[in-house]
Protein backbone atom coordinates (compact mmCIF):
# COMPACT_ATOMS: atom_id res chain seq x y z
CA UNK A 1 0.00 0.00 0.00
CA UNK A 2 1.64 3.66 -0.95
CA UNK A 3 1.44 6.73 1.37
CA UNK A 4 -1.33 7.94 -0.79
CA UNK A 5 -3.59 4.83 -1.16
CA UNK A 6 -3.77 5.38 3.56
CA UNK A 7 -6.94 6.29 4.16
CA UNK A 8 -6.54 9.58 6.25
CA UNK A 9 -9.06 8.73 8.45
CA UNK A 10 -6.61 6.02 10.29
CA UNK A 11 -4.57 9.25 11.51
CA UNK A 12 -5.06 12.27 14.24
CA UNK A 13 -4.37 15.15 12.98
CA UNK A 14 -1.97 17.66 14.73
CA UNK A 15 -4.23 20.41 14.60
CA UNK A 16 -6.24 18.58 16.46
CA UNK A 17 -4.10 17.42 18.70
CA UNK A 18 -2.89 20.63 19.47
CA UNK A 19 -6.26 22.63 20.16
CA UNK A 20 -6.73 23.71 23.30
CA UNK A 21 -9.97 22.53 23.99
CA UNK A 22 -9.74 19.68 21.15
CA UNK A 23 -13.40 18.14 22.57
CA UNK A 24 -15.88 18.03 25.24
CA UNK A 25 -16.08 15.09 27.16
CA UNK A 26 -19.29 12.36 26.15
CA UNK A 27 -21.74 12.83 29.23
CA UNK A 28 -25.42 13.50 30.17
CA UNK A 29 -24.84 17.02 28.47
CA UNK A 30 -23.49 15.91 25.32
CA UNK A 31 -25.67 16.84 22.62
CA UNK A 32 -25.89 13.08 21.17
CA UNK A 33 -26.67 11.58 24.19
CA UNK A 34 -25.38 8.08 25.74
CA UNK A 35 -23.19 6.59 22.95
CA UNK A 36 -25.10 3.35 23.42
CA UNK A 37 -28.23 4.80 22.90
CA UNK A 38 -27.12 6.61 20.09
CA UNK A 39 -25.84 3.31 18.61
CA UNK A 40 -29.75 2.50 19.22
CA UNK A 41 -31.02 5.07 17.43
CA UNK A 42 -28.21 4.62 14.65
CA UNK A 43 -29.92 0.90 14.24
CA UNK A 44 -33.25 1.93 14.05
CA UNK A 45 -32.90 3.79 11.20
CA UNK A 46 -30.27 1.32 9.63
CA UNK A 47 -32.80 -1.10 9.89
CA UNK A 48 -36.24 1.09 9.18
CA UNK A 49 -37.53 0.04 12.75
CA UNK A 50 -39.56 2.88 13.29
CA UNK A 51 -41.68 1.32 16.15
CA UNK A 52 -38.25 1.35 17.82
CA UNK A 53 -37.27 4.87 16.69
CA UNK A 54 -40.15 6.63 18.17
CA UNK A 55 -39.35 5.01 21.70
CA UNK A 56 -36.04 6.61 21.29
CA UNK A 57 -36.67 9.82 19.82
CA UNK A 58 -37.01 11.46 23.23
CA UNK A 59 -33.29 10.48 23.63
CA UNK A 60 -32.13 13.32 20.87
CA UNK A 61 -34.76 15.50 20.93
CA UNK A 62 -35.71 14.33 17.38
CA UNK A 63 -39.77 14.55 16.90
CA UNK A 64 -41.20 13.05 13.87
CA UNK A 65 -42.65 15.01 11.94
CA UNK A 66 -42.85 15.33 7.92
CA UNK A 67 -40.62 18.49 7.89
CA UNK A 68 -39.34 20.23 10.33
CA UNK A 69 -37.09 18.62 13.55
CA UNK A 70 -35.00 20.08 15.94
CA UNK A 71 -31.94 18.29 17.63
CA UNK A 72 -29.40 15.97 15.88
CA UNK A 73 -29.99 14.19 13.17
CA UNK A 74 -28.82 10.55 12.66
CA UNK A 75 -27.83 9.64 9.02
CA UNK A 76 -30.84 8.41 6.93
CA UNK A 77 -28.78 5.30 6.08
CA UNK A 78 -26.43 3.44 8.31
CA UNK A 79 -22.66 4.54 7.14
CA UNK A 80 -21.05 2.08 8.90
CA UNK A 81 -22.72 -1.07 7.25
CA UNK A 82 -21.03 0.45 4.09
CA UNK A 83 -17.72 1.04 5.92
CA UNK A 84 -17.96 -2.78 6.67
CA UNK A 85 -18.72 -3.75 3.45
CA UNK A 86 -15.72 -1.89 2.25
CA UNK A 87 -13.51 -3.49 4.50
CA UNK A 88 -15.03 -7.40 4.40
CA UNK A 89 -15.02 -7.70 0.55
CA UNK A 90 -12.25 -7.42 -1.84
CA UNK A 91 -14.23 -6.68 -4.54
CA UNK A 92 -16.10 -4.03 -3.48
CA UNK A 93 -12.73 -2.20 -2.19
CA UNK A 94 -11.19 -3.09 -5.40
CA UNK A 95 -13.85 -1.49 -7.13
CA UNK A 96 -13.68 1.93 -5.43
CA UNK A 97 -10.24 1.68 -5.40
CA UNK A 98 -9.85 1.26 -9.26
CA UNK A 99 -12.87 4.29 -9.86
CA UNK A 100 -10.21 6.45 -7.53
CA UNK A 101 -7.31 5.84 -9.89
CA UNK A 102 -9.27 6.56 -12.68
CA UNK A 103 -10.32 10.13 -11.44
CA UNK A 104 -6.69 10.72 -10.72
CA UNK A 105 -4.94 9.06 -13.96
CA UNK A 106 -4.08 12.44 -15.29
CA UNK A 107 -2.30 15.38 -13.52
CA UNK A 108 -5.05 18.19 -13.60
CA UNK A 109 -4.60 21.73 -13.19
CA UNK A 110 -7.15 25.00 -12.35
CA UNK A 111 -8.58 26.70 -14.78
CA UNK A 112 -10.65 29.79 -15.77
CA UNK A 113 -11.64 32.61 -17.56
CA UNK A 114 -9.91 34.77 -15.42
CA UNK A 115 -5.92 34.31 -14.81
CA UNK A 116 -6.03 36.44 -11.77
CA UNK A 117 -8.64 34.59 -10.04
CA UNK A 118 -6.96 31.25 -10.94
CA UNK A 119 -3.55 32.23 -9.75
CA UNK A 120 -4.82 33.57 -6.71
CA UNK A 121 -6.86 30.32 -6.09
CA UNK A 122 -3.46 28.27 -6.94
CA UNK A 123 -1.83 30.41 -4.28
CA UNK A 124 -3.90 29.57 -1.66
CA UNK A 125 -4.09 26.19 -2.49
CA UNK A 126 -0.55 25.86 -1.78
CA UNK A 127 -0.77 27.80 1.56
CA UNK A 128 -3.09 25.84 2.75
CA UNK A 129 -1.62 22.31 1.87
CA UNK A 130 1.53 23.94 3.35
CA UNK A 131 -0.49 25.18 6.99
CA UNK A 132 -1.99 21.59 7.02
CA UNK A 133 0.85 19.52 5.29
CA UNK A 134 -1.85 17.94 3.49
CA UNK A 135 -0.73 17.84 -0.05
CA UNK A 136 -3.75 19.16 -2.76
CA UNK A 137 -3.61 15.96 -4.37
CA UNK A 138 -4.02 14.23 -1.23
CA UNK A 139 -6.98 16.33 -0.06
CA UNK A 140 -8.44 15.77 -3.08
CA UNK A 141 -8.24 12.00 -2.88
CA UNK A 142 -9.64 11.93 0.33
CA UNK A 143 -12.45 13.88 -0.55
CA UNK A 144 -12.95 11.40 -3.74
CA UNK A 145 -12.70 8.35 -1.58
CA UNK A 146 -15.22 9.39 0.88
CA UNK A 147 -17.71 10.52 -2.00
CA UNK A 148 -17.20 6.57 -3.59
CA UNK A 149 -17.51 4.90 -0.24
CA UNK A 150 -20.37 6.62 1.51
CA UNK A 151 -21.57 9.56 -1.01
CA UNK A 152 -20.66 12.12 1.77
CA UNK A 153 -17.45 14.01 2.10
CA UNK A 154 -16.48 16.45 4.84
CA UNK A 155 -14.03 19.29 5.56
CA UNK A 156 -13.37 21.24 8.44
CA UNK A 157 -12.81 24.62 7.96
CA UNK A 158 -9.95 26.29 10.19
CA UNK A 159 -10.07 30.09 10.38
CA UNK A 160 -7.22 31.77 11.21
CA UNK A 161 -5.99 35.38 9.88
CA UNK A 162 -1.93 34.87 11.52
CA UNK A 163 -1.98 31.59 9.90
CA UNK A 164 -3.69 32.13 6.38
CA UNK A 165 -2.53 33.97 3.24
CA UNK A 166 -5.95 35.13 2.04
CA UNK A 167 -6.43 38.86 2.71
CA UNK A 168 -9.61 39.76 5.18
CA UNK A 169 -11.48 42.59 2.98
CA UNK A 170 -14.20 45.15 5.01
CA UNK A 171 -17.30 43.11 3.67
CA UNK A 172 -15.90 39.57 5.28
CA UNK A 173 -17.63 38.72 8.80
CA UNK A 174 -14.89 35.77 9.38
CA UNK A 175 -11.49 35.31 9.26
CA UNK A 176 -10.07 33.93 6.12
CA UNK A 177 -9.37 30.40 5.83
CA UNK A 178 -6.33 28.91 7.06
CA UNK A 179 -6.54 25.26 6.91
CA UNK A 180 -9.00 22.55 4.92
CA UNK A 181 -9.17 19.05 6.67
CA UNK A 182 -11.04 16.10 5.85
CA UNK A 183 -13.35 14.26 8.62
CA UNK A 184 -15.13 11.01 8.16
CA UNK A 185 -18.72 11.08 7.60
CA UNK A 186 -19.04 8.34 10.51
CA UNK A 187 -18.60 10.79 13.04
CA UNK A 188 -20.66 13.89 11.49
CA UNK A 189 -23.89 14.83 12.62
CA UNK A 190 -25.96 17.89 11.76
CA UNK A 191 -27.92 19.88 14.49
CA UNK A 192 -31.39 21.65 13.00
CA UNK A 193 -33.35 23.92 14.56
CA UNK A 194 -37.12 23.84 13.66
CA UNK A 195 -36.12 22.27 10.39
CA UNK A 196 -33.23 24.67 9.62
CA UNK A 197 -29.62 23.67 9.42
CA UNK A 198 -27.67 25.60 12.39
CA UNK A 199 -24.11 23.52 13.01
CA UNK A 200 -22.54 20.37 13.33
CA UNK A 201 -21.61 18.31 16.03
CA UNK A 202 -18.63 15.48 15.52
CA UNK A 203 -17.31 13.05 17.40
CA UNK A 204 -13.76 13.04 17.98
CA UNK A 205 -10.68 11.04 19.17
CA UNK A 206 -12.32 7.11 20.37
CA UNK A 207 -15.86 8.35 20.22
CA UNK A 208 -15.49 9.47 23.69
CA UNK A 209 -15.27 13.33 23.06
CA UNK A 210 -17.32 15.60 20.63
CA UNK A 211 -16.47 19.00 19.19
CA UNK A 212 -19.35 21.38 17.66
CA UNK A 213 -18.87 23.14 14.36
CA UNK A 214 -20.70 26.35 13.04
CA UNK A 215 -22.10 25.92 9.51
CA UNK A 216 -19.51 28.23 7.80
CA UNK A 217 -16.85 25.76 9.67
CA UNK A 218 -18.14 22.79 7.99
CA UNK A 219 -17.99 21.72 4.23
CA UNK A 220 -20.74 18.86 3.18
CA UNK A 221 -20.43 17.15 -0.33
CA UNK A 222 -22.52 14.36 -1.47
CA UNK A 223 -22.50 12.42 -4.66
CA UNK A 224 -25.95 10.71 -5.79
Known sequence: MTPQDRDPFDDQHDWILQQKDSGKLVSGKCPLGNQRELRRVIDAIGNRDYGKLKDLQILLGLPLTEYTYTGIRPPEFNLMEQAAVYDAEPLVRRAIQ???????KEPFQLVGRKAPYVDYLSKRLKQIAFVTRI???????TVVRSLLKYSNSFLIVER?????????????????IAGLFPVSPL????????GKLIGWVRLVGRGDRYAEYPTESVIHMTLD
Not at 98 to 104: A, E, G, H, I
Not at 135 to 141: A, K, M, N, S
Open 135 to 141: PTRQLFR
Open 187 to 194: TMFPRFEK
Open 160 to 176: DSALSGGVRKDWMKVPP
Open 98 to 104: RQLDLWF
